[in-house]
């Protein structure tokens, strides 16, 4: 049985280490923020320029002036800090954030991301992602295995325009858990959802991938 | 004191507004907006413009009320998917996207107000949004160059400045202010409270006076909020 979103989220929360700075995407990324382990020190970070992201506000809380990058309302901690973007982007594009988790339309076998435009349809832009993906030490993408018509999205090649070329380390789908020792190295599966099987992962996957489940 | 609180913005705005001309404006998504001048800059009419932001606002609101009267030829942003309008336009070839990385496009306002023409970064090589662009190797890795931004009108958002046009910025307000500020051949702010000579501390100022070439107190201040999510208060 496929995993749900919040358990999607909740399985790239044990991803998270003690100190960690982490940036969380848009969508089942957010989620993860519910998982963090009680008693881990992890500090969110948000690139419209905050470090130190605390839970979505009371209604009497409510401040036009504190928004994380997805536009919510949301509130401050007592290790807080505010900048402006580009001292934001400084911190992501050098290399100073520890993990990002971020969705995707595609990944490719060689760690491509594609997850900011289809062409032909009216395109939103691609935010803070290609930073994100540039800089981040570990990047984790959490996705549907497939597209809703049955589509692998993870895939030989990206069909869709890039993010970022070879920057993604860790993939968790509804179904299993890819991961990579490093970015030289072929993806290797090691999880499966319960239920289901490597064989039925294999069919609905285009990309090479090692086989790594513990018998 | 040089003279740089102007009564209104229509005032604070004379003299520098013509058409095709660049303007760089402060902001993410509807936070830390300067809505008093976008007001303006729209009752003014000037058209054919180059808008440098990291987003285009909603249909009604923010930087949208240029897109609703044709007064904008191209966007410079890193994400619109909020406007409809833009949308529409841009779909029927009457609008002009160029689509930049966020943190890029931070640090080419950045550099262009800092006097720097050029710089290479690693963000969004192997992307469609570097083939054309010049790239050079460091140390093994590969980076791409990207242009300063100098604008020919800056407008920002402060939530509180001093006469002499020192700026401080509120939590996540301040975003991409500080750097639209200082892009500008001339900069224009606005401030939800414009408070007297020495109230605010030196070490507490964001935006330095020199940034800044004409100030006006806000009289738009609505900052609307795009997504109001709120937890339920334990029980």
């Not at chain 1, 992501?92 to 339309?105: C, E, Q, T």
Request: aromatic residues 6%; charged residues 25%; negative net charge.
């Amino acid at each position: 049985m496929a995993w749900t979103r919040n358990e999607i989220a909740a399985r790239a929360a044990r991803e998270l280490e003690d100190g960690f700075y982490v940036n969380l995407g848009i969508g089942i990324p957010t989620l993860v923020a519910n998982y963090i382990p009680a008693g881990m020190d992890v500090t969110l970070q948000s690139e419209n320029g905050m470090l130190g992201l605390g839970p979505f506000p009371l209604e009497s809380e409510v401040d036009a002036d504190l928004i994380n990058a997805g536009k919510q309302t949301i509130t401050e901690l007592d290790r807080t800090s505010y900048f402006s973007s580009a001292d934001s982007f400084g911190m992501i594009r050098g290399g100073k954030i520890d993990l990002s988790v971020l969705g995707a339309m595609e990944v490719a076998e060689n760690g491509d991301l594609a997850n900011w435009m289809v062409p032909g349809k009216m395109v939103k832009g691609p935010g803070g992602a290609m930073d994100l993906v540039a800089g981040v030490k570990k990047i984790i993408v959490v996705m549907d295995h497939t597209s809703k018509d049955g589509t692998p999205k993870f895939r030989k090649s990206c069909t869709l325009p890039l993010t970022g070329a070879n920057v993604v380390d860790m993939l968790i789908t509804d179904i299993a858990i890819f991961k990579r020792p490093s970015r030289t190295e072929p993806f290797e599966l090691i999880e499966l959802a319960p239920g289901v099987t490597a064989e039925q992962v294999r069919e609905l996957t285009e990309a090479h991938y090692v086989e790594k489940i513990a018998a | 004191m040089a003279k740089k609180v102007f009564d209104d913005a229509v005032s604070a705005l004379e003299g520098f507004l013509f058409d095709g001309m660049i303007i760089a404006a402060g902001g993410f998504g509807l936070c830390g907006i300067p809505e008093t001048l976008i007001t303006a800059i729209q009752s003014s009419g000037v058209k054919g413009l180059t808008i440098v932001s990291n987003n285009a606002g909603v249909d009604d609101f923010g930087l949208g009320k240029l897109l609703t009267t044709r007064q904008v030829a191209k966007m410079v942003s890193s994400y619109v998917g909020e406007n409809k309008e833009f949308a529409r336009q841009y779909l029927a070839g009457e609008l002009e996207i160029e689509f930049n990385p966020q943190g890029t496009l931070a640090e080419r306002l950045r550099a262009g107000g800092a006097g720097i023409p050029g710089f290479y970064t690693r963000t969004a090589v192997g992307t469609g949004l570097a083939e054309g662009k010049e790239t050079k190797e460091f140390d093994g890795e590969t980076y791409v160059l990207e242009r300063g931004i100098v604008a020919d009108l800056a407008i920002v958002k402060a939530w509180k400045a001093d006469p002499y046009g020192n700026l401080v910025y509120r939590k996540t307000a301040r975003n991409f202010n500080p750097m639209v500020a200082a892009c500008g051949r001339v900069t224009v702010a606005e401030a939800e409270e414009i408070v007297g000579v020495g109230e605010i501390d030196g070490d507490a100022v964001h935006t330095p006076s020199i940034f800044v070439t004409r100030l006006i107190l806000a009289t738009e201040n609505e900052k609307r909020i795009e997504q109001r999510t709120i937890r339920q208060e334990a029980a």
